[in-house]
T-cell receptor
Framework: SQQGEEDPQALSIQEGENATMNCSYKTSINNLQWYRQNSGRGLVHLILIRSNEREKHSGRLRVTLDTSKKSSSLLITASRAADTASYFCATMRQNTGNQFYFGTGTSLTVIP | GAGVSQSPSNKVTEKGKDVELRCDPISGHTALYWYRQSLGQGLEFLIYFQGNSAPDKSGLPSDRFSAERTGGSVSTLTIQRTQQEDSAVYLC??????????????FGPGTRLTVL
């Protein structure tokens, strides 16, 4: 079963605007990662945040993690048309081996 | 260096036939994962290999699915007696250590399987 759910399922914004995607999960985790997928093919790792971290930045990406609410958000600032893709959160649960659990994804469209 | 590669990129088969999907992980990566992604859906974990340890097969949906990893490198996912519901993109990923905290997965481009 899938561990995470992203919200919204789809998001459409104008180029230059910020995009915020949320991820909720169900059980305690070791870390949470965000991935990007273009055109239904391979995923590309964006950023990892550990369970003891609350916020992390990488370029135009900002990730927050609230373990008390079991949720994370991904903010993409100053969006570009090239950011159009699907974004997935993935969690590694504690004490369940090395399985990664992926959410259902948010489809982001950035309109030029 | 080369990333994760998968072959074939597309496979069309008839219901009831067997198919083999291949994954070449990044050299030196000890962990290898197979996932399945149906149209518009998230990734479904199938199986995980870590070094010489017994694989974690807990995600395989039925006994028609099996996977091998020879010599700790190349992996083959086999689907026997394919069904139409097996149609999906099959993604392979590898990671350096398979440890819990810091591992990042590197994905291949996937194999799109269509069962007619």
């Amino acid at each position: 079963s899938q561990q995470g759910e992203e919200d919204p399922q789809a998001l459409s914004i104008q180029e230059g605007e910020n995009a915020t995607m949320n991820c909720s999960y169900k059980t305690s985790i070791n870390n949470l990662q965000w991935y990007r997928q273009n055109s239904g093919r391979g995923l590309v790792h964006l950023i990892l945040i550990r369970s003891n971290e609350r916020e992390k930045h990488s370029g135009r990406l900002r990730v927050t993690l609230d373990t008390s609410k079991k949720s994370s958000s991904l903010l993409i600032t100053a969006s570009r048309a090239a950011d159009t893709a699907s974004y997935f959160c993935a969690t590694m649960r504690q004490n369940t081996g090395n399985q990664f659990y992926f959410g259902t994804g948010t489809s982001l469209t950035v309109i030029p | 260096g080369a990333g994760v590669s998968q072959s074939p990129s597309n496979k069309v088969t008839e219901k009831g036939k067997d198919v083999e999907l291949r994954c070449d992980p990044i050299s030196g990566h000890t962990a290898l994962y197979w996932y399945r992604q149906s149209l518009g859906q998230g990734l479904e974990f199938l199986i995980y290999f870590q070094g010489n340890s017994a694989p974690d097969k807990s995600g395989l949906p039925s006994d028609r699915f099996s996977a091998e990893r020879t010599g700790g490198s190349v992996s083959t996912l086999t689907i026997q007696r394919t069904q139409q519901e097996d149609s999906a993109v099959y993604l392979c990923a590898s990671s350096l250590t398979g440890t819990r905290i810091l591992d990042t997965q590197y994905f291949g481009p996937g194999t799109r399987l269509t069962v007619l």
